[in-house]
């Protein structure tokens, strides 16, 4: 094990080191580097996966993201920085390669290896395999104490969170190795018992949830895939130029100067972009499979819409999953080898994060209050500023959760704190200067 120094004050503690903290440290580098080592900010991050990664668990093949590959750690903020995806392209001799491919969206294992160049190469002190167990408040700054493959205490000025999204399962349902969310389905998958009836039952109508079942129902070509959702089919995804408005960074500024009832109208309108929404080509593939297995007589794909997942129960080796059709009534059982529930996610609980600190920031009934520059309101004295990365879509709009916007935050948030550390630089001189 590693023991953090413990007299070591740095100015950031990242908690999480997922996209967005590893914005957090390109920026952070970059601001460093017109400066003199004085007025440099510090930084260490801590993480609790083994090594870098980003939803291993869905790098189906053949996936693309869904959004640019300009949207990535940097180009937003700084287009000319060196951890652009086109310079990582460059360094993999693959950018005319790229461009001959004439789209905006990369495989999501080719951007999951971009992320992981950028951990590599980004100058960031980063325990890997370690979790903050917890957070106080000791007079000049704040001590996070840590478990895992780096023990011991880090103290800093300045902490920023960032710990992601947690996977929502249907209620009343629980995880097995035959019912698990899709953000673990290739390894789940691939530690599958032997399937005994040749089903697989997917929840969900968002586009994951598509993706899942395209996957199983190419990549099992004896079995049968059920899909089921509430809607009575599955919904395009609003892609517009204009729709997509709602991701640009002068969105947050217009967003969280709206007053809430405004936010929850702008949110309404525009959860087709992200939420139970799938790509057009997607659905009309999907289709595609379902009308020619009609034709030839040899069903493998079943769409079950406007429906719901009346009862999940596991036993002997298989799952009863019983789905009632919302019209009629009618409830049809399926025996099946597993349940892929994708059903989304919720934000990190920041509470269990803070543990006894949680008391002393302003919350509300959405989740907490938040400063335009994504910091804490205190309800308390605290040593220094507490950020989010996530969490804040009630105050920040759609993009908090999101990479669409981390280059821009980030950048954000490295001058707020910047701004924070001049002005105890400033305090400081003044007090020596009145000794």
């Avoid at 290896?113 to 408040?137: I, P, Q």
């Avoid at 079942?213 to 517009?240: E, I, R």
């Avoid at 006894?356 to 500023?385: I, N």
């Avoid at 105050?395 to 550390?421: F, W």
Wanted: aromatic letters at 8%; proline letters at 5%.
């Amino acid at each position: 094990m590693t023991e953090v120094a413990s007299e070591e004050i740095v100015d950031i503690a990242g908690i999480g080191f997922g996209p967005s903290n590893l914005a957090l440290a390109i920026a952070l580098e970059e601001h460093n580097q017109s400066l003199p080592p004085a007025q440099r900010l510090t930084a260490r991050f801590v993480e609790a996966k083994e090594r870098f990664a980003w939803h291993p668990g869905m790098l189906l093949p053949g996936a693309t993201m869904q959004i640019s590959f300009l949207k990535d750690l940097v180009t937003q903020r700084n287009a000319r920085s060196r951890y652009s995806f086109l310079n990582y392209l460059q360094e993999h001799e693959r950018l005319t390669d790229f461009i001959n491919l004439q789209t905006f969206r990369p495989t999501r294992l080719e951007f999951q290896d971009y992320l992981r160049w950028a951990a590599r190469t980004v100058s960031a002190a980063v325990d890997y395999g370690t979790t903050a167990v917890e957070v106080t408040a000791a007079g000049e700054c704040f001590e996070i104490r840590l478990d895992g493959r780096a023990g011991g205490v880090l103290r800093a000025r300045n902490i920023v969170v960032a710990v992601g999204l947690s996977a929502r399962l249907p209620e009343g349902v629980t995880a097995s190795a035959r019912i698990f969310h899709s953000h673990r389905l290739l390894p789940q998958l691939e530690a599958l018992p032997p399937l005994r009836h040749n089903r697989f039952v997917v929840i969900g109508a968002g586009q994951s949830a598509a993706e899942v079942v395209g996957h199983l129902h190419q990549g099992y070509q004896d079995a049968c895939v059920h899909a089921v959702f509430g809607k009575y089919g599955l919904s395009p995804a609003t892609d517009s130029p204009y729709a997509n408005r709602i991701f640009d960074p002068a969105a947050v500024d217009d967003f969280y100067a709206a007053s809430p009832e405004l936010r929850r109208q702008l949110m309404s309108y525009h959860r087709g972009t992200n939420y139970s929404a799938v790509e057009p080509g997607l659905i009309d593939q999907l289709y595609a499979h379902e009308y020619a297995e009609r034709v030839a007589g040899n069903r493998r794909l079943f769409m079950h819409g406007a429906s719901i997942v009346a009862m999940v129960a596991e036993s002997n080796g298989e799952v009863r999953v019983d789905v009632t059709h919302g019209p009629t009534g009618l409830t049809e059982t399926l025996l099946c080898d597993a349940v892929v529930c994708a059903t989304g996610f919720r934000p990190g609980d920041i509470r269990a994060v803070l543990g006894g600190l949680a008391a002393s920031v302003a919350f509300e009934a959405e989740g907490a209050q938040v400063t335009r520059d994504y910091r804490l309101v205190p309800t308390a004295p605290l040593p220094g500023d507490i950020y989010l990365q996530g969490g804040v879509e009630h105050t920040h709009g759609l993009s908090s959760s999101l990479l669409s916007n981390i280059a821009v935050r980030t950048g954000e948030i490295v001058r707020s704190v910047a701004r924070s550390a001049a002005a105890a630089r400033v305090d400081r001189s003044g007090d020596r200067a009145g000794r």
